[in-house]
């Protein structure tokens, strides 16, 4: 399950030190709206790491700190700082091969 969170909560939920996979995203963006479920599926094959969604329209701060200047843009967090990141939207396979690869 994707959880949204407001830049507060992810930035709780990273400082904990947990795998946490973000999907930063805006309501109004097509790409994201595609990647959603996507998301969504893959939050069940990783069920040891924490999903998280941040709307960047609400959360302006927190996507500037990470220099987010478009989205979608899929964040993976481990030990309190971000491991990887990818732009743009991925179908489920590709998404897939990029978690497996930065969540081992």
């Known amino acids: 399950m994707v959880k949204e969170m407001t830049g507060k ?3 709780e939920l990273v400082a904990t ?3 946490v996979v973000c999907d930063f995203f805006a309501t109004w963006c097509g790409p994201c709206k595609m990647l959603g479920p996507v998301m969504e599926e893959l939050s069940g094959e990783f069920e040891e790491v924490a999903f998280a969604k941040v709307d960047v329209d609400k959360n302006g ?5 990470l220099n987010i200047f478009s989205i979608p843009d899929v964040f993976v967090f481990e030990g309190g700082e971000v491991k990887a990141h990818n732009l743009g939207y991925l179908p489920k396979e590709q998404m897939r091969e990029f978690l497996k690869r930065n969540l081992s």
């Open 9 to 11: 909560e992810l930035d």
């Open 61 to 65: 701060d927190l996507a500037a700190s």
């Open 17 to 19: 030190g947990k795998k």
